[in-house]
DNA sequence: AAGTGTTGCAACCGCGCGAAG
DNA sequence: TCTTCGCGCGGTTGCAACACT
């Protein structure tokens, strides 16, 4: 059985906001308040809106000091490096960015910054170093690979008119590509076009290890993570977000051989690694080093949704041009490993 | 000038989480 | 402990504006 839904649909106005709407809408939060309540929010001034609509439009686009456009080079970087770190994660970077949205950050990356990075690629790839055109084998159906589309949309950086990490998952998603690993026999199956793959990819470019089953499988070491408090020993994507931000901040370094086992399970999180092979400070590394109290975390974590709020001090933001070149490398690095291991697959 | 394709952005949708009852 | 409900999030869609042919 379905969630119930949060409103009459049948009754709501959709589509763009009036300016009589949004004038209700800013006017009474602006002496009311939301009242905690969203979802009744609508009735009480008289929109026939849903409440979640409501609280977006005010949120992305009528509460004060929301900035609009015009992106800024260290608003890129901040972007980049967040993204690199954390993924998509839009309410996190968003945090970092005052008068930001995460809906703006989201629009921006996925329409812009991405084009950006990957029109650099290309600039690059044509004035220097290329990524050889791929010999794909043929395969019949009965392979693994699509060489018609792999040519055409991701292989022949010619051609690439996709971005990064658009390249990746762009592939279509019913071709689930097994990935052989260079350095040993572990394949990994269902690279699917996600942002968990694109970003499992770019770990195990940064030297990780992975195991099959495609769960998290970066072990952080022990001493240089600040743990919160509830003793999450997972550092997966879904807790990423509960960690202080000493977890972000802190000097991380990934290692397969030292195993954070607090109860037996030992994972963690690729991307919490202070600097990866290629030279992006993800993070800063003069921070705190000693941040495996979780009392230390107290006196700089913040609120609920503010623990990442005043991260951008302690984030260290490389230049883009830097930053850029260094992810250029990965995704170079990428081609170079799925042309490989394209080229000479160690079936199981 | 008209038709078509592309881009950028606002808004919607569905899901997971946590609080409250 | 279970259920319900609202919030917040990330992904996706729709559409107007712009660019190109």
Not at 103 to 129: A, E, F, P, V
Request: net charge neutral; aromatic share 6%.
């Amino acid at each position: 059985m379905g969630r119930a839904p949060c409103c009459d649909k049948a009754n709501v106005k959709k589509g763009p906001w009036s300016p009589e709407e949004d004038a209700k809408l800013k006017s009474y939060i602006e002496k009311h308040g939301t009242g905690g309540n969203w979802i009744a929010l609508p009735q009480k001034i008289g929109l026939k809106r849903c409440g979640k609509s409501c609280r977006l439009r005010w949120l992305n686009y009528l509460r004060p000091n929301i900035k609009h456009g015009g992106f800024s080079e260290e608003e890129d970087r901040i972007i980049l490096s967040l993204y690199v770190s954390i993924g998509s994660r839009w309410s996190i970077i968003a945090a970092q960015l005052p008068g930001r949205t995460d809906n703006d950050i989201k629009n921006y990356w996925n329409t812009r910054l991405k084009k950006k990075l990957l029109g650099k690629q290309r600039r690059d790839q044509q004035h220097g170093r290329k990524t050889s055109s791929l010999i794909v084998k043929q395969e019949d159906n009965n392979g693994l690979v699509d060489p018609s589309s792999f040519s055409s949309s991701f292989i022949n950086s010619n051609q690439i008119s996709s971005y990064w990490p658009h390249q990746l998952t762009n592939l279509p998603s019913a071709m689930s590509i097994p990935y052989y690993s260079n350095s040993s026999s572990e394949v990994f199956h269902g690279f699917n076009n996600d942002h968990t793959s694109i970003r499992r990819l770019l770990t195990k470019v940064n030297g990780g290890h992975y195991d099959h089953s495609l769960n998290t499988q970066f072990i952080p070491h022990h001493n240089n993570i600040a743990y919160p408090s509830n003793n999450i020993t997972q550092l997966d994507d879904s807790n990423l977000s509960t960690l202080p931000r000493e977890a972000m901040t802190s000097t991380c370094e990934m290692t397969s051989s030292t195993h954070y086992d607090h109860e037996g399970v030992g994972v963690g999180m690729g991307m919490l690694d202070g600097q990866n092979n290629h030279g992006i400070n993800l993070v800063n590394n003069n921070n705190n080093t000693n941040t495996n109290d979780a009392s230390t975390s107290d006196t700089t974590t913040c609120g609920k949704s503010s623990g990442w709020g005043e991260m951008s001090s302690l984030v260290s933001l490389p230049n883009l041009e830097s930053d850029c070149n260094a992810l250029i490398q990965v995704i170079g690095d990428l081609e170079g490993q799925v042309e490989e291991n394209l080229r000479y697959p160690t079936h199981l």
